[in-house]
């Protein structure tokens, strides 16, 4: 089994991604399947295959532990790590040859909390990726690229994982061209924040996009949108790569 994070910003367009790459995947018959990792998610637009909210109940946590629903969430997504053997068993049981894991809307819980790192490490897989996602709404602003780029060094970090880093929402992104340049070229991304920034945010921000650029951070973008799934063929090639050595899946 080949297990895939999508990880992201909330309203980044991640539980869209985890339903459309599990229906990619089928599509060139693979057996996958989608897990749901948010036990706060009230809707979702896919039918979870494992679904973290079997095992925790955000309205129990709330009035058996007296919180509000900020401090339920936070216990909410800690106790995931105490479920991670029973959603093993559930996702083993399925013997898929895809678990698309769907994480919590809020990322920061997520990643910067211990249960998320102790998932990713644990859950037993043959191999494991972290598809990091762009806003395409947001990035589209070249300070705002550079904010997200360091966020998504920082979640890779914490993570530990391969990451690949997907521009979500491409239909919106009106320089879809530039932010792409900017992605891949830290001087026409310096020469952007350069040119639209007031001038202590443009030094902070080309301060930090140096800083990025000397440790080795660089990220060339795929556009994806999950309208017209424009871009999932790009997407599933860079998955190919990582987690079955650029072996394609059946067709």
């Not at 229906?23 to 749901?36: I, L, P, R």
């Not at 043959?126 to 360091?150: E, H, I, Q, R, Y």
């Amino acid at each position: 089994m080949h297990a895939i994070f999508v990880v992201g910003t909330a309203g980044s367009g991640k539980s869209l991604l985890t339903l459309n790459l599990a229906e990619w995947y089928k599509t060139k018959g693979a057996h996958s399947v989608a897990v749901n990792l948010d036990p706060g998610a009230l809707n979702l637009p896919y039918e979870p295959d494992v679904d973290v909210r079997e095992y925790i109940d955000l309205q129990e946590v709330m009035e058996n532990y007296s919180l509000g629903p900020n401090g339920a969430m936070i216990l909410s997504c800690d106790l995931i790590a105490t479920r991670l053997n029973e959603l093993q068993d559930e996702i083993d049981e399925l013997r898929p040859d895809y678990a698309i894991i769907d994480t919590p809307g809020q990322m920061e819980l997520f990643a910067y909390r211990e249960s998320g790192p102790f998932i990713v490490k644990n859950l037993r897989a043959d191999s494991k990726a972290v598809v990091f996602l762009f806003d395409g709404g947001w990035v589209s602003n070249p300070v705002n690229l550079v904010s997200m780029t360091l966020l998504a060094a920082s979640v890779q970090l914490r993570l530990a994982s391969p990451q690949i880093p997907v521009l979500s929402k491409k239909d919106l992104v009106k320089n879809l061209r530039d932010v792409i340049e900017w992605a891949s070229n830290p001087t026409a991304l310096e020469a952007a924040v350069y040119s639209s920034s007031p001038a202590i945010e443009s030094l902070l921000s080309r301060g930090i996009l140096r800083s990025l650029v000397r440790l080795g951070f660089g990220y060339n973008l795929i556009p994806v949108s999950s309208l017209t799934l424009d871009g999932m063929l790009n997407l599933a090639a860079a998955l190919s790569r990582i987690l079955r050595a650029g072996e394609e899946v059946e067709d």
